[in-house]
């Protein structure tokens, strides 16, 4: 377990350094000169070398490359062109409404989707209405559910706030779009572990050993579809505490999808190039943690992972 | 001696196709039966059928099976959970499927007890340890926390006992429970299985297609072929004078390896045992040297040839 753990925290920091590499290149792409969009366009040409040099802009390449390496390992992600403020900072502002959205997320699509697997895989046949249900789910862009729910809950029903702040209430309908579109997965995985479980021979050992259904369900059904649900949800949290844009733009959510949002309208490159390898850490630090949780929850793994 | 399993003219059909057709026999309380057969003879399904546990699209058309007295075909409901394990236990072939592998090995004796007997947790799991050790399994306190990929073949066989010590059943049907074993630990796990028939008086009904698992454990033998029981009778009397030209066949073909000189080839049967389409008649009749104008068109009886020895073929019809 230790090996493991080392050769996937190995792997884990060279994913974040591909990023770290590839943000670096990337952001010869944006358009506009970074030291005019400091300094201002008036500004007067002393200024802006005077700019240059305090970013070393001006350096070669591999030295800025180096220059940015190091400040990175260091948790220095630069400074805000727009807001003046350190991009460390400005994440962590941003992170608890994120954090709140992701969990709000995560609970729709794991109550929701685990639910109507266990009831599809209870199911003598496959149930052609959630089949449909995926299917539509899976084809809607995430702005349009995001717009649609808005439009019919927030406008017209007037149930329901139309955002802007992170009260449970404006937490309701963010929290529905970012989950329904995890459903058909959590749907299919737990639909398709439980028929596993159920048409198993250790199935029919229970069954012949006069277990009660309720246990048969808890004990030998449920816990065969944990270790698949935590992988998926690993992945999502991951992707989701690293900010889901769509979702955030459209309620106004105030995390750091917005955040991102907001970085690429402004060519803001700290804090875009700041927000993207803070997520590939988040990414990675979740699918690590699923994992150790899932050798936890599942015993199979420890062999198949120690080797 | 009273008969604990009673079957009577049941047949399996699984979306119309007939795996067993009529079959009948009885085992005497803490006894031994074999039911002898190739894949696809039907032996499988009749042992699921005794145990209520064919799969969805199986069932019993008709027929009783009755143990110690109860018409199990007819339980349904809180009743038919009620009687699982406590009349019918089953013991598979397969114990690495046939254990839930996210489960520690002990906690699956243990809830039989919590579960059946509403004992607490800590003590269930006592007693899990306890039955452990009776089956032979050294230091069994640490075996129960070990989950079934940890234990060899023969640990989790010995597991799969243990649970049907804990289950306390009348019957107890052993679907081919050596047959992925090696050797020595077979002859281990027959030498339990046979302890545990002096020491709690459980019935057997034991699959398998090993004639040398059957001449070990066996006191009676039902040969099966094509979904009927073809002969059966005492262990002795069906190997020492087998009636049925399947039977004879089938002894030939284990006797031959011993008898015949180093690297003989096997001997066999010739032809296929029938897949999907049961031949009309004699289902042996396709495969048998001896057949005759009835064998392809009239389903030969069971006729009596010895005491409580019966065999279904038309060459005993006609007095040979």
């Given at each position: 377990?230790?090996?493991?753990?080392?050769?996937?925290?190995?792997?884990?920091?060279?994913?974040?350094?591909?990023?770290?590499?590839?943000?670096?290149?990337?952001?010869?792409?944006?358009?506009?000169?970074?030291?005019?969009?400091?300094?201002?366009?008036?500004?007067?040409?002393?200024?802006?070398?005077?700019?240059?040099?305090?970013?070393?802009?001006?350096?070669?390449v591999?030295?800025?490359?180096?220059?940015?390496?190091?400040?990175?390992?260091?948790?220095?992600?630069?400074?805000?062109?727009?807001?003046?403020r350190?991009?460390?900072?400005l994440v962590?502002e941003?992170?608890?409404?994120?954090?709140?959205?992701?969990?709000?997320?995560?609970?729709?699509?794991?109550?929701?989707?685990?639910?109507?697997?266990?009831?599809?895989?209870?199911?003598?046949?496959?149930?052609?209405?959630?089949?449909?249900?995926?299917?539509?789910?899976?084809?809607?862009?995430?702005?349009?559910?995001?717009f649609?729910?808005?439009?019919v809950?927030?406008?017209?029903?007037?149930?329901?706030?139309?955002?802007?702040?992170?009260?449970?209430?404006?937490?309701?309908?963010?929290?529905?779009?970012?989950?329904?579109?995890?459903?058909?997965?959590?749907?299919?995985?737990?639909?398709?572990?439980?028929?596993?479980?159920?048409?198993?021979?250790?199935?029919?050992?229970?069954?012949?050993?006069?277990?009660?259904?309720?246990?048969?369900?808890?004990?030998?059904?449920?816990?065969?579809?944990?270790?698949?649900?935590?992988?998926?949800?690993?992945?999502?949290?991951?992707?989701?505490?690293?900010?889901?844009?769509?979702?955030?733009?459209?309620?106004?959510?105030?995390?750091?999808?917005?955040?991102?949002?907001?970085?690429?309208?402004?060519?803001?490159?700290?804090?875009?190039?700041?927000?993207?390898?803070?997520?590939?850490?988040?990414?990675?630090?979740?699918?690590?943690?699923?994992?150790?949780?899932?050798?936890?929850?599942d015993?199979?793994?420890?062999v198949?992972?120690?080797? | 001696?009273?008969?604990?399993?009673?079957?009577?003219?049941v047949?399996?059909?699984?979306?119309?196709?007939?795996?067993?057709?009529?079959?009948?026999?009885?085992?005497e309380?803490?006894?031994?039966?074999?039911?002898?057969?190739?894949?696809?003879?039907?032996?499988?399904?009749?042992?699921?059928?005794?145990?209520?546990?064919?799969?969805?699209?199986?069932?019993?058309?008709?027929?009783?099976?009755?143990?110690?007295?109860?018409?199990?075909?007819?339980?349904?409901?809180?009743?038919?959970?009620?009687?699982?394990?406590?009349?019918?236990?089953?013991?598979?072939?397969?114990?690495?499927?046939?254990?839930?592998?996210?489960?520690?090995?002990?906690?699956?004796?243990?809830?039989?007890?919590?579960?059946?007997?509403?004992?607490?947790?800590?003590?269930?799991?006592?007693?899990?340890?306890?039955?452990?050790?009776?089956?032979?399994?050294?230091?069994?306190?640490e075996?129960?926390?070990?989950?079934?990929?940890?234990?060899?073949?023969?640990?989790?066989?010995?597991?799969?006992?243990?649970?049907?010590?804990?289950?306390?059943?009348?019957?107890?049907?052993?679907?081919?429970?050596?047959?992925?074993?090696?050797?020595?630990?077979?002859a281990?796990?027959?030498?339990?299985?046979?302890?545990?028939?002096?020491?709690h008086?459980?019935?057997?009904?034991?699959?398998?297609?090993?004639?040398?698992?059957?001449?070990?454990?066996?006191d009676?033998?039902?040969?099966?072929?094509?979904?009927?029981i073809?002969?059966?009778?005492?262990?002795?009397?069906?190997?020492?004078?087998?009636a049925?030209?399947?039977?004879?066949?089938?002894?030939?073909?284990?006797?031959?390896?011993?008898?015949?000189?180093?690297?003989?080839?096997?001997?066999?049967?010739?032809?296929?045992?029938?897949?999907?389409?049961?031949?009309?008649?004699?289902?042996?009749?396709?495969?048998?040297?001896?057949?005759?104008?009835?064998?392809?068109?009239?389903?030969?009886?069971?006729?009596?040839?010895?005491?409580?020895?019966?065999?279904?073929?038309?060459?005993?019809?006609?007095?040979?």
């Open positions: 377990m230790a090996r493991y753990l080392i050769v996937r925290l190995g792997l884990g920091l060279v994913t974040i350094a591909g990023v770290v590499l590839l943000t670096f290149v990337l952001q010869f792409s944006l358009p506009g000169d970074p030291a005019r969009r400091i300094a201002g366009p008036r500004a007067s040409p002393e200024v802006l070398a005077t700019v240059r040099a305090n970013l070393h802009l001006d350096d070669p591999a030295s800025q490359l180096v220059t940015y390496v190091s400040d990175v390992a260091q948790g220095d992600l630069g400074v805000s062109y727009i807001r003046r350190p991009v460390i900072d962590k941003r992170l608890p409404a994120t954090a709140v959205l992701a969990f709000g997320g995560l609970l729709v699509e794991v109550l929701l989707g685990g639910g109507l697997g266990l009831w599809d895989g209870l199911r003598r046949r496959r149930s052609r209405v959630l089949a449909a249900g995926n299917v539509v789910l899976l084809s809607i862009p995430t702005y349009s559910l995001g649609l729910l808005l439009v809950f927030a406008y017209r029903l007037d149930l329901l706030p139309l955002g802007g702040g992170t009260s449970l209430e404006e937490l309701i309908l963010p929290a529905l779009t970012l989950g329904l579109f995890g459903v058909p997965y959590y749907a299919a995985v737990v639909s398709e572990s439980t028929r596993t479980a159920l048409a198993s021979p250790y199935m029919r050992t229970a069954v012949a050993k006069g277990l009660p259904r309720r246990v048969i369900l808890r004990r030998h059904v449920l816990r065969n579809c944990l270790s698949p649900v935590i992988t998926l949800a690993g992945l999502d949290v991951a992707i989701y505490l690293s900010g889901v844009v769509f979702v955030e733009s459209v309620f106004a959510w105030p995390g750091i999808g917005q955040l991102q949002e907001q970085a690429y309208n402004e060519l803001d490159r700290p804090l875009l190039m700041g927000t993207v390898i803070i997520a590939a850490v988040v990414v990675v630090a979740f699918n690590l943690i699923a994992d150790v949780v899932r050798v936890l929850v015993p199979r793994a420890r198949e992972e120690a080797g | 001696m009273t008969p604990l399993l009673e079957v009577e003219a047949s399996v059909r699984y979306d119309g196709f007939e795996a067993v057709t009529g079959a009948s026999l009885t085992v309380e803490g006894r031994t039966m074999a039911i002898v057969g190739e894949s696809g003879s039907g032996k499988t399904s009749l042992a699921l059928a005794v145990a209520r546990l064919l799969p969805p699209g199986g069932e019993v058309v008709s027929g009783s099976v009755r143990v110690d007295g109860v018409d199990v075909t007819a339980l349904r409901g809180a009743d038919l959970r009620r009687a699982r394990g406590r009349l019918v236990g089953y013991l598979a072939q397969d114990s690495m499927a046939a254990l839930n592998p996210v489960l520690p090995a002990g906690l699956q004796v243990a809830e039989v007890f919590e579960t059946r007997d509403g004992t607490r947790r800590r003590e269930a799991r006592h007693r899990a340890v306890e039955l452990l050790g009776q089956v032979g399994i050294q230091r069994a306190g075996v129960a926390a070990m989950y079934p990929h940890e234990l060899s073949g023969g640990m989790r066989q010995r597991v799969m006992i243990a649970m049907a010590l804990a289950l306390r059943s009348r019957l107890l049907i052993a679907d081919e429970p050596t047959t992925a074993l090696d050797v020595t630990v077979q281990e796990i027959l030498a339990l299985a046979a302890a545990l028939q002096a020491d008086g459980v019935t057997f009904l034991w699959i398998t297609h090993d004639m040398g698992v059957v001449a070990e454990v066996a009676t033998v039902a040969v099966m072929y094509g979904g009927r073809a002969e059966q009778g005492p262990a002795g009397e069906v190997f020492g004078s087998p049925h030209p399947y039977t004879q066949a089938l002894l030939e073909t284990v006797r031959g390896g011993a008898e015949a000189p180093p690297k003989a080839p096997f001997a066999t049967i010739a032809g296929a045992p029938p897949a999907g389409v049961i031949p009309p008649g004699c289902p042996f009749h396709p495969r048998c040297a001896h057949a005759f104008e009835p064998c392809p068109e009239v389903v030969p009886a069971m006729v009596d040839t010895g005491p409580g020895h019966r065999a279904a073929c038309h060459l005993l019809g006609v007095g040979r």
